[in-house]
């Protein structure tokens, strides 16, 4: 714990920090920093990138909260519009008073007019840090707000300091009229060492460390491959523990035995992996399977299991017929769905080389005469081509089953694509009684 | 059989109606169609003395057909030409082939058995005969015809002959010279006298026995149809679909309007010339629309009770509801929308609705504002009654999504009347069923065949000399054929001409500034990609040049303000 060092602040203050950041000394050292003493000017921005669950929002909250530095923390997905942005930055800076100060749609210059005017009423004499979360959202807003928030110190001639933390490089964010550019820091992503050490910190106090610790050490050899994700470690970790403890409570074995334990739950991470880690079926009912100990779990079906829809007789066959015009190319049309369709030799047929493509490249767009020529081909009653029938075709568009293409005329030439899968085209023509594996291309 | 006759018929018989012809329905129902399909034994034979193969389809398609063509040429057959060839608007014109088609002609010179058909009308001149002796063979010969009746897929092969030689069927058409049938008509004249007998005994023949002449006219298509295989019907079409499509190969012919060096007309000489040619069945058309006018109360009724009437068919249908809202709607508070009018806009419709009829100041931010507070006065004053009256609901500037469910939403408030027609094939495809469950249509079949005059006064066509400055639709028309790229170009000169609308000496973009904004945007890499592009867009009467004082070209959307902000709003939306 000696890393964090700063001449400005408490030493017991600065050691609470450390206690909290594990594995992160270096990134707050270097962050300690580059903020220097609370009366010293900072970098007017600094940009913090790495992936998701790195620690960048816990470590600039920690620190500002506990160095007791005035700040504004912002996430820019709540800020839909830059009016909220402004009202939260001068909200907490300067009170309420401030923030009703701001006009109705306040442009970027209210903003800098109020701030102004407030900060001479008010000069920091400390560094004020406004924290941006999810900073990337910024892109989308106007053109002038991230030059101006790379600049605030400049523009508003006060001790400020931003601080943007993304997911996402540096490089995509700067405009095309260049920017003041900020300072980059990575934070790196966890090793499996270190996560290991911060899943342990959160013990059940009813078990001894070594326990816990050998508990995630199975979780982490499990589900490392496939997740290195804090957040959702920890999560399972939570979940699955309570399962793991089991034999430890029926008293069949002890603590230490550690290969038993293993044997016991391992089999369950996996079943967990497939299913709640795909949110297949909730945190809460997974809970209420472990509880029930005649309920293997896997026996509930998951919600990717529902994928049956109920539709009307016509409206199964269009869905057909649009799967069939979507996946097989027109040229092959004859050859399916015409009776005399004339000698095309089969050798000469099976010479493309799309053969196995198809499904792979996903649905091609058709015209609305195709899709009704095949309908009619493919239903064996005799339907008439009634308004009915037009307006299941955009029943099903609106249910997302089709999508139209192109949106240049909805009547003259529609043009439209099959949104479904394999598995479900199979599932309905096995309700109509139709073998549609005959009729495609690809598995010819 | 003084009237022509029109019912209105059940899907089904519509169905048999366009799919199959000849299929015989026994039933009296569908006479008038039938009348077609009609085909006496003594053409079969002048069939079979030519020795050809072609099938049935193709047979009757050429006889309508020739019957249109010829109805001017055979004064005597004009008044039964004429019903035949009215009904052959319902069928579907199938292709011809041109050899066949001069066979027909002749037949027709010889006048085969057409006077069955309508020796019962006072209309038949005694110059149609029939042979009877002639009747008898064929009769015997029928079971050996249904060989060749078989159906042969030959259509597709005729088709595509067709596609590729367009000669033929001028060829064909001068076979069918009056010279050439007259020759025969006088051959057949001499035995006139002898043929009205001979017709009026076969009337009482134990074949055509006294029933209802339909009942007579069934019978021979009947028979035939014993021969043709029924499942085959409906797949043909469909086949014929594949056949045509089956091909990637795409023909396309520099044979343009423009090799004619004939000078379009303007609109003014269009309607001039159409206005000296009067309807032929002006009398039957009237009658058909006194026919509608009976059902006005209905209507009203259907109104009253909270469903929405849809008028479809055939004509044109504004004259019908023009007549409804004089009859039915003046004492009342009504709207009329003309939605084939190019630049209308759902905002132009509610504008009306909220200034004209609710008497509301001001301005709404958004069509959904609006429609908030129509409904909300409307509720608040359940005894206002509005009727809308929109003639082409699907018209090219209502049929997008969001203007269907605003006026969806419309048509769902109780106090609100709906009246529309409508006219495209594919019109259903605007709605889904819960677009449907709120307009609560009621679907009317008017068929008025009654021109389109003022619906198409708004549309581009090739012939006529294009007036005035471009209207919405076709504005957006033509550029939604265009690349993305090109209607980036072209949305930036539209922008800065709206930029610099209120500007009265603003003299439009010079090339070189409009070169440089389009590489900022990378819309272009060169400046002959530009140039290309603008001559593209001039080819359409897009854009105009013109020369400044200093000798640079500026360039000018030759569309006016309003309609250009109207398109700009529409690109965003969508």
């Given amino acids: 714990m000696a890393l964090l060092q700063h001449p400005g602040y408490e030493e017991e203050k600065l050691q609470r920090v450390a206690e909290q950041l594990p594995c992160r000394e270096v990134q707050a050292g270097t962050l300690l920093a580059l903020m220097g003493q609370p009366q010293q000017y900072s970098y007017p921005s600094i940009f913090i990138y790495g992936h998701r669950a790195s620690g960048k929002s816990h470590v600039m909250n920690v620190l500002l909260k506990e160095l007791e530095l005035p700040h504004a923390t912002v996430s820019c997905v709540e800020c839909v519009s830059v009016a909220l942005l402004f009202e939260q930055v001068l909200l907490s800076f300067f009170g309420c008073d401030a923030a009703s100060l701001l006009p109705r749609s306040p442009s970027l210059s209210d903003f800098v007019r109020i701030y102004r005017e407030q900060c001479s009423q008010s000069p920091a004499r400390q560094t004020r840090y406004i924290v941006m979360e999810k900073a990337e959202i910024l892109r989308d807003t106007d053109a002038n707000l991230l030059p101006a928030l790379l600049r605030l110190q400049e523009l508003v001639e006060d001790n400020v300091t931003v601080i943007l933390l993304s997911e996402i490089v540096w490089d995509t964010f700067r405009p095309n009229t260049g920017c003041f550019e900020p300072l980059l820091l990575n934070f790196p992503d966890y090793s499996k060492g270190e996560l290991q050490q911060i899943l342990s910190q959160d013990r059940h106090p009813s078990y001894s460390a070594e326990f816990y610790s050998s508990y995630i050490n199975i979780l982490l050899g499990v589900f490392y491959s496939v997740c290195r994700d804090l957040r959702e470690l920890r999560h399972l970790a939570a979940l699955n523990f309570s399962k793991f403890c089991e034999p430890l409570a029926d008293g069949k074995v002890k603590e230490t035995d550690t290969h038993k334990l293993w044997r016991n739950i391992e089999p369950h991470l996996k079943k967990a992996m497939q299913t709640v880690y795909l949110r297949e079926v909730s945190s809460l009912q997974w809970e209420q399977i472990q509880q029930m100990e005649e309920k293997e779990a896997g026996v509930l079906r998951g919600l990717s299991a529902h994928t049956h829809v109920e539709l009307p007789y016509y409206s199964k066959f269009l869905l057909i017929a649009a799967y069939l015009a979507s996946y097989n190319p027109a040229r092959t049309d004859k050859r399916f769905f015409l009776k005399h369709h004339g000698k095309i030799r089969k050798t000469n047929f099976l010479k493309k080389n799309e053969k196995t493509s198809n499904h792979l490249l996903g649905p091609k767009p058709f015209p609305l005469d195709r899709l009704l020529a095949i309908f009619y081909s493919v239903v064996d009653s005799r339907v008439a081509p009634t308004a009915s029938i037009f307006s299941q075709i955009s029943s099903l568009v609106t249910l997302q089953l089709l999508t139209q293409v192109s949106h240049d005329d909805q009547l003259d030439t529609p043009k439209y694509k099959c949104a479904v899968s394999l598995d479900f085209i199979c599932a309905i023509s096995r309700t109509v009684s139709f073998d549609i594996m005959k009729y495609l291309y690809d598995f010819l | ?574």
């Fill in chain 2, 1 to 574: 059989m003084s009237g022509l006759e029109v019912r209105l018929i059940g899907d089904g018989d519509v169905l048999e109606h366009i799919v199959d012809k000849q299929e015989g329905v026994q039933s009296s129902r569908g006479s008038v169609q039938k009348m077609v399909t009609f085909k006496s034994p003594a053409r079969r034979r002048v069939r079979e003395d030519a020795d050809h193969d072609g099938d049935e389809n193709g047979d009757f398609d050429e006889q309508n057909y020739v019957q249109a063509l010829g109805a001017d040429d055979t004064e005597e057959d004009e008044e039964g030409m004429s019903r035949v060839s009215g009904s052959s608007i319902f069928t579907f014109q199938k292709v011809r082939r041109g050899h066949s088609m001069a066979q027909t002609a002749n037949e027709l010179a010889r006048t085969p058995g057409k006077s069955v058909t309508f020796s019962a009308t006072p209309y038949v001149e005694p110059s149609t005969p029939t042979r009877t002796g002639r009747n008898h063979r064929g009769e015997s010969r029928t079971p050996q015809r249904s060989k060749k009746v078989q159906f042969v897929s030959t259509t597709p092969h005729r088709l595509r002959k067709r596609m590729t030689t367009p000669s033929l069927r001028s060829d064909s058409d001068s076979e069918l010279s009056p010279s050439d049938s007259g020759e025969e008509e006088d051959e057949d004249g001499m035995e006139e006298e002898q043929k009205i007998k001979e017709d009026k005994e076969n009337l009482k023949t134990p074949r055509t026995p006294s029933k209802g002449l339909s009942a007579a006219l069934y019978k021979t298509p009947a028979k035939k149809n014993k021969n043709t295989p029924e499942p085959l019907n409906q797949p043909s079409m469909v086949e014929e679909y594949f056949e045509a499509h089956g091909s990637s190969k795409v023909l396309t012919s520099d044979r343009t309007l423009e090799r004619l060096h004939i000078p379009k007309l303007d609109r003014e000489t269009l309607v001039q010339l159409l206005e000296g040619k009067p309807s032929s069945y002006s009398k039957e058309i009237q009658q058909l629309h006194s026919k509608h006018q009976k059902h006005f109360s209905k209507w009203m009724l259907q109104l009253q009770l909270g469903f929405s009437v849809l008028v479809y068919g055939l004509g044109s249908k504004k004259a019908l509801l023009e007549d409804f809202r004089v009859s039915y709607l003046s004492q009342e508070m009504h709207l009329v929308v003309n939605g084939f009018f190019p630049s209308i806009t759902l905002k132009s419709i509610l504008n009306a609705l909220t200034c004209e009829i609710l008497e509301h100041q001001g301005s709404f931010r958004t069509p959904s504002d609006q429609i908030q507070f129509i409904s909300q006065t409307f509720k608040n004053s359940p005894d206002l009654h509005v009727y809308l009256i929109i003639h082409n609901i699907d018209g090219p500037m209502l049929r997008g999504e969001k203007t269907q469910s605003a006026l969806g939403q419309l048509a769902s408030l109780p106090n609100l009347h709906l009246v529309a027609s409508l006219d495209h094939i594919n019109a259903p495809l605007v709605w889904d069923q819960f677009k449907q469950s709120q307009f609560n249509w009621l679907w009317w079949e008017c068929v008025t065949f009654q021109h389109y005059a003022e619906e198409t006064s708004y549309e581009n066509s090739l012939l006529v000399q294009q007036t005035g400055a471009l209207a919405l639709s076709s504005l957006t028309h033509v550029l939604r054929s265009l690349t993305p790229n090109a209607r980036g170009i072209f949305k930036l000169l539209v922008n800065f001409q709206l930029e610099n609308k209120d500007n009265p000496s603003y003299s439009g973009l010079s090339f070189h500034d409009f070169y440089q904004r389009c590489r900022e945007a990378f819309l272009v890499n060169s400046d002959l990609t530009l140039r290309t592009q603008l001559t593209e867009f001039r080819d359409h009467k897009l854009i105009r040049t013109r020369k400044g004082a200093d000798g640079v070209e500026y360039l000018i959307v030759a569309v006016d303000a309003s309609t250009l902000m109207d398109f700009v709003e529409n690109e965003e939306g969508d």
